[in-house]
């Protein structure tokens, strides 16, 4: 016997075993009516509702729905709406300058655009055959009374395409079929321990490799959805307290900013002893670590995966055989990016990468092929990631490939050089990431121009055209000349080690 595995097999579980319990409460402050609270039932009928609206605009199966939306009931639905009928859901980072948020919509074919009220603009910048704008056009998109036609299901098909920058100029489309998602999903639960007794709040981006399954895990579980629509830390405390929370997903810029705000709150820390917190994007300092399990009293898991992975490749979580080492040993062990997730075989190359095997990577880059073939050479997952794996556990050092992690969101240096380079002034330009407390890593441009009186404010201001502004530069160094090599390359790790000397790896 045997049954296709699909990301639709979560919500029919949750609307059949928990009906009438509570599947969401919606961000109540936003442009768009909040849609409050839905059961699962409710929740299922817009999911059916969506599904049935794309039949109407005759949206074929593996016809790629785009949405650029924050945080919002609305957008977990439509990953059951889109995919769970056997189309392609596009999430959108919202962050996104209109020009990449266009380049997305033509790279992945997208026949229907939909949008955030507060980005109304993109509908006229970015050519779609169908656009629809969040609370507006509900009815269009979510409204319809009609019976979607059946899907067979197929798990081999792409369910979503994530795009993630890099190591080129221009982010990838990750494909990422039902299986995939549905096997992060499973093995995340389980190793996360969530139960049908949880409360999640989304911290973390839904556009963000899919919440890293997370929409599909507490579905499948019945647990509920507190949707937080933009960051704040005392708001994460609030949400918390109000709601039961019990986990929540996020990066070490989250993590802060909880950290901050519990430094002002009066009374005792909500979720104390009760809140476990998994945090990833870049390995935070060992003292982030002690500070959240003495102040905040949670429970604090590291995970280390990438998009194109799902994104679970490892978890660092807290075992019976350190019960008897200091918090620090123990904050320091926590540290490290964690042992294998299950189904999940690791291995550093001759060249120090780490690289996986996974059921659950990507199918392929879209429509790249070169790139797919590269990134997946000898049937493992190349990370671009430098680093150790010892006793069972992989510790990242550096990083091989040319990205920057700050706030959690990936930046292709590339990228940023390709804008900094259109500017006239400009003659060579070199972007690197340097360590920052608050973001992990923020992002440094090194540049050489032709004399002009051009300032760094200017730049910026240029950057902001192409880019997305947490792309853009934070600082910006004049130099006279850029190191290179005989052979005229430049070599960015001797770029970086004045700004990283004295720490133990090059990542933050």
């Known amino acids: 016997m045997f049954f296709p595995l699909t990301v639709r097999d979560f919500l029919d579980r949750a609307v059949t075993v928990y009906p009438d319990r509570i599947a969401v409460v919606d961000e109540p402050d936003q442009p768009a009516a909040s849609w409050g609270e839905l059961t699962y039932a409710q929740f299922a009928k817009l999911a059916t509702g969506q599904a049935a609206a794309l039949d109407e605009l005759d949206v074929p199966g593996g016809g790629r729905v785009a949405i650029v939306s924050q945080n919002s009931a609305r957008l977990l639905v439509s990953f059951y709406g889109v995919s769970g009928w056997g189309r392609v859901l596009v999430p959108v980072n919202f962050r996104l300058a209109p020009a990449e948020v266009k380049y997305i919509v033509e790279n992945s074919g997208a026949e229907v655009l939909i949008v955030d009220p507060e980005l109304r603009s993109l509908l006229d910048e970015v050519p779609c055959k169908h656009k629809f704008v969040i609370g507006e056009d509900d009815d269009a998109i979510w409204g319809s009374k009609g019976t979607p036609e059946p899907w067979q299901g197929d798990e081999a098909a792409t369910a979503t395409i994530n795009y993630t920058s890099g190591t080129t100029a221009r982010p990838k489309g990750v494909q990422l079929t039902h299986r995939a998602l549905w096997l992060n999903a499973a093995v995340f639960g389980w190793q996360a321990s969530v139960s049908d007794r949880d409360v999640y709040l989304h911290t973390l981006p839904m556009f963000h490799c899919n919440g890293w399954g997370h929409p599909y895990t507490v579905t499948g579980m019945g647990g509920k959805h507190i949707v937080l629509r933009k960051i704040d830390g005392a708001e994460i405390l609030n949400r918390i307290k109000e709601h039961g929370v019990t986990y929540l997903c996020a990066a070490p810029a989250v993590v802060t900013a909880a950290l901050d705000a519990a430094m002002d709150w009066d009374g005792e820390i909500p979720g104390r002893d009760t809140v476990r917190i998994i945090v990833a994007g870049a390995p935070p300092p060992t003292r982030t670590i002690e500070r959240v399990r003495e102040e905040l009293g949670w429970e604090f898991i590291q995970i280390y995966g990438l998009t194109e992975t799902s994104p679970l490749l490892t978890m660092s979580r807290m075992r019976s055989e350190w019960d008897d080492l200091t918090p620090n040993q123990q904050a320091r062990n926590l540290g490290r990016a964690g042992a294998p997730a299950l189904g999940v075989r690791m291995m550093i190359d001759d060249e120090g990468e780490v690289l996986a095997q996974t059921n659950h990577a990507l199918a392929s880059y879209w429509e790249n092929p070169e790139e797919s073939a590269r990134v997946m050479a000898g049937n493992w997952f190349h990370t671009g990631d430098g680093g150790t794996f010892e006793d069972?556990?992989?510790?990242?050092?550096?990083?091989?490939?040319?990205?920057?992690?700050?706030?959690?969101?990936?930046?292709?240096?590339?990228?940023?050089?390709?804008?900094?380079?259109?500017?006239?002034?400009?003659?060579?330009?070199?972007?690197?990431?340097?360590?920052?407390?608050?973001?992990?890593?923020?992002?440094?441009?090194?540049?050489?121009?032709?004399?002009?009186?051009?300032?760094?404010?200017?730049?910026?201001?240029?950057?902001?055209?192409?880019?997305?502004?947490?792309?853009?530069?934070?600082?910006?160094?004049?130099?006279?000349?850029?190191?290179?090599?005989?052979?005229?390359?430049?070599?960015?790790?001797k770029l970086r080690e004045p700004y990283w000397e004295g720490a133990e790896r090059q990542v933050h």
């Open 392 to 493: 069972g556990y992989i510790a990242i050092a550096d990083r091989k490939k040319d990205v920057i992690i700050s706030g959690g969101e990936n930046v292709s240096s590339i990228e940023v050089e390709d804008a900094l380079s259109s500017h006239p002034a400009i003659r060579e330009v070199a972007v690197i990431g340097v360590p920052d407390e608050k973001w992990g890593e923020l992002i440094m441009a090194l540049v050489v121009t032709d004399g002009s009186e051009v300032t760094q404010e200017d730049l910026v201001a240029h950057c902001r055209k192409y880019l997305a502004g947490y792309k853009c530069p934070k600082r910006i160094e004049f130099r006279d000349t850029l190191e290179r090599t005989a052979t005229g390359k430049l070599q960015k790790f």
